[in-house]
């Protein structure tokens, strides 16, 4: 499922023009090639290597996400696609469960295509293993295991629903952007609970 989310990525990437390339993704001060930056790293990152990198950060993952950008941003988004390429099909993992592999691909996917006014079908189990992932996971490592104990997520599209307190409906895709602190999926989400999601704002996590 994650080399599938990195060929429909490819795919999707293959035309675009140097302003689609720089405009804001939905990961703060990141752009669409910043963020596919972000992917070669993750991609090509062993479970040795991020804890080098991790030391090497003094233990501040947004320092190690910047450096990682950097160290894998091409001089042109052709050359970053094209590194993307190269390690699309990797089966290397940082030490974390395997599942957090499908949270980047899906939701960095969203970061790029959501500000192009690009769309894809994402697979209903790549979606609910995320969400699923992200909702077991504390918020101090990137997830919202804290947040579904205060509302109770339905998807509507799928057979999920987790949590407790006030309910949030809305599509399995919306859900999961949401927990992971893009505002820009609350407007697609209804219930009770979403003034709760709203205020708490997911974890805002770029990782």
Known sequence: MVHA???ALIDDLADLDDEQWSRPS???GWTVHDVL???V???RTTRLGFMIGLAR???DFDRQNAVGVERERGVTPQETLERFRLVASRRSTPPAPLDSRLVEEVVHGEDIRRPLGLTRPYPEEAVARSLRLQTRTPASFGGAK???GRVRLTATDADLMIGTGPEVNGPALSLLLAVMGRKV???ELRGPGVTAL???GGNGSTS
């Open 5 to 7: 989310e990195r060929g």
């Open 26 to 28: 939905l990961c703060d």
């Open 37 to 39: 930056a972000h992917l």
């Open 41 to 43: 790293d993750t991609a």
């Open 57 to 59: 950060a003094r233990f």
């Open 146 to 148: 804290e947040l579904v």
């Open 185 to 187: 999926a609350l407007d």
């Open 198 to 200: 709203r205020r708490d």
